[in-house]
């Protein structure tokens, strides 16, 4: 987990009930006229009445704007955009922010403005419970919110892959924030250039202020001015376009991206058809691509996914790095995101990650004092032993980390769910007979038929290397074997899942499930009697008396493979073409922090998501909103270096650098 540079926005409250900043010394919007404000300055000054009500079907749009603040800039934006865009179209809107309000300081500032509450109750109920630096991606249909914690400039470069192409993506910016004689340290040379090179040819921007040094900064960064009647008592305000495109280069080997820019695809092929499929699939069909899901089994999820219960849940980590900050995002993404697609089948009434021996105990300590500098998250708390108990309804020995809003999933209906979208069509097959790129588009020989489309994505885990472009990726088979039992008298009081050296979920339609075994290498799926007793064995460390009573019963059961990778982290982005990888980029066996200036080819429209090993249902909804980025040429949902973290290509370029083959 990332240290906080920031914390929250400390906030006075005036009598008239303005939000002021104590840090800043000023307010948020004014309470007479501050939506009216926003909707002449922002709104109007980028033309967006108009750009919107032109855009075609399927079209997208993206504003960046510098300080949330409230939010009151989105959710203008918002409403606005529900009355006059296309219903197909997408917005997505960047908002970076240093100082972000508390949740409850968010609702009470929200409360002001009774026209725009169908919109900030959504905004509130999604709000992030832990506002960790970073990129936090929140959901409302058709329009995407993309809210950045941190210093601004940085924030916004760390959306950066470095390929214009790809980083050219901003259509309007909304320039707010304090005023820079209040706060110089946004308005920066270094915020003008970031976003510069995030805008598209032609971007527009606007902001409150008239500034010296906006103004030099907004030149200097290739963007032409225009004064403008200011609102209200303000004389004048600024609104412009970006008018020259200047290179930003690059500043660090560019392996991760392929040469050609993203063309949007008309239609996708997904191979796989368990969480990973069904999640990219859902993402690129609300994006109004046509999808066809390729699935071996008789029905979605029949796989690793095909568990009748299984836990939502991430491991946390008290030091930044890729692991745990992925963990965070995903797990927070996750709650969003099955809560708002899937609800009837998340069974989110928490979940207690029990230390059951004295490293966990270390490791939960560390965590918990890493929350601790987020006065009022959400996402977690330590519980003693005695709190851990009242909370399950059943007595534990144990401390832990409870976890309000995670808990237990339907793992199938799930799927099946998700796939039900009329952009959509599922389809049972017993094998992908042949996959080739031909003429600019994809041929794929199911059975009899053959079927054409113009992306490809790879989701079938540890099948995903049965295809010849992808069997240098390094997926490991890890076979797991899951219990299931009658519920008894005693196991029946569980109010919530748990989680430790193994798991258990609460009783549901009489049964519950516990487990799970994990076999390195193993790929038989039988259901052996040794790891029923092996599942009882760990299921005694965390309740003995109903590891007894299952043991009185003849269990059932399910076994399964799960694909993982080496570093535990998931596979989400383009295939390169593995010798062009290694030619492109042979001299970083001889120094492995060398800049190459160079692209390798990559598989043109063919792209893979898998490895997600065990947490398969906490990881798939945001690295399907990453893959997405890669496939549409979207914003990005996650850190610049987080996306590379998860890139398909990313062990054969550490070898380089190791110089292994």
Known sequence: ?????????????????????????????????????????????????????????????????????????????????????????????????????????????????????????????????????????????????????????????????????????????????????????????????????????????????CAGLVKRGLRDAGFKLHKVPGFGRKREMLSGSLEELYSSGVSATPWHLPTAAPKRPQTAAIIGGGISGATIARALAERGVQVRVFERGDSPGSGGSGNNQGILYGKLSPKPGPNGDFNLHALMFAQRYYRQHCPQVAHFSGLLQLAQTEKEQLLQSQIAASLALYPGQMVARAVTSTEASELAGVRLPFSGLYFPDAGWLEPQKVCSALLEHKNIEWRHTSNIDLLEHSGGSWLLQAGSEKIETDIVVLCGANDIRSFAPATALPLRPIRG????????????????????????????????????????????????????????????????????????????????????????????????????LENTYSDLRKNRKLLIDKQASYQPGLYVMGGLGSRGFTYAPLTAEILTAWILGEPLPAKADLVKALHPARFAIRNLGKNRS
Not at 547 to 570: C, H, I, K, N, V
């Open 1 to 209: 987990m990332s240290e906080p540079s920031n914390k929250h926005a400390d906030i006075d409250w005036r009598e008239d009930g303005q939000p002021l900043s104590r840090a800043y010394d000023d307010i948020y919007f004014s309470t007479a006229s501050g939506l009216e404000e926003t909707r002449y300055v922002f709104l109007q000054q980028n033309s967006l009445t108009e750009r919107w009500a032109d855009l075609p079907e399927n079209g997208t749009f993206t504003i960046g704007e510098t300080g949330f603040g409230t939010g009151l800039n989105f959710l203008a934006a918002w409403e606005l955009w529900q009355k006059i865009a296309p219903k197909s179209a997408h917005l997505h809107f960047i908002s970076v922010e240093k100082f972000p309000l508390r949740p409850q300081d968010l609702s009470r500032a929200l409360e002001l403005w009774p026209q725009l509450q169908p919109f900030c109750q959504q905004l509130i109920s999604n709000y992030p419970p832990l506002l960790a630096e970073g990129v936090h991606r929140l959901q409302f249909g058709q329009v995407n919110l993309t809210l950045i914690i941190g210093e601004a400039s940085e924030a916004l470069s760390n959306l950066r892959l470095q390929q214009e192409s790809r980083d050219r993506v901003v259509d309007a910016w909304f320039l707010d924030g304090f005023a820079p004689a209040k706060n110089p340290d946004m308005w920066t040379p270094q915020l003008f250039t970031a976003m510069a090179t995030l805008s598209k040819p032609d971007a527009t921007f606007a902001t409150f202020t």
């Open 481 to 580: 074997q899951v219990s299931r039992a009658l519920a008894t008298a005693g196991s029946a009081k569980l109010k919530m899942a748990l989680c430790g050296e193994g798991y258990i979920t609460p009783a549901y339609e009489g049964r519950q499930s516990f487990g799970a075994t994990f076999k390195l290498k193993e790929t038989a799926i039988d259901l052996r009697d040794s790891e029923h007793r092996e599942n009882l064995e760990t299921l005694a460390g965390l309740l003995p008396g109903v590891a007894q009573e299952f043991s009185d019963q003849t269990l059932t059961g399910r076994a399964a493979l799960r694909a993982a990778t080496p570093d535990y982290l998931p596979l989400a982005g383009p295939l390169p073409k593995w010798d062009s």
